[in-house]
């Protein structure tokens, strides 16, 4: 099982970007996904998340900015960012656990992480 994240890139502040991660592999079913990032020097910290039921959570310095939804049916998580502030500057980082095919154990992934840099 693997993640792969796409999106990020450069937008001034007050912009949007979106980010998608697609899970791929053995995977017979997902629980949690979402998004995480860490500055450099510093721990990665939750951005948001989203259970397979559809309930998420959000730090609170993105709250009312940033959307987390899922497609099951593509094993991907999607983080709509918007009204972005220099200080969302970072690498994000996706993130998924569930179960393998097969009855052959469970998984917990971080994607490869993408830059999301906001100029002021």
């Known amino acids: 099982v693997q993640l792969q994240a796409f999106g990020g890139g450069l937008v001034q502040a007050g912009g949007s970007l979106r980010l998608s991660c697609a899970a791929s592999g053995s995977i017979f079913s997902i629980n949690v996904m979402g998004w995480y990032r860490q500055a450099p020097g510093k721990q990665r910290e939750l951005v948001a998340t989203i259970t397979s039921g559809g309930s998420t959570a959000y730090a609170d310095s993105v709250k009312g900015r940033f959307t987390i939804s899922r497609d099951n049916a593509k094993n991907t998580v999607y983080l709509q960012m918007s009204s972005l502030k220099p200080e969302d500057t970072t690498v994000y980082y996706c993130?998924?656990?569930?179960?393998?095919?097969?009855?052959?154990?469970?998984?917990?992934?971080w994607g490869q992480g993408t830059q999301v840099t906001v100029s002021s």
């Open positions: 993130y998924a656990d569930g179960a393998r095919l097969g009855g052959s154990g469970f998984f917990k992934l």
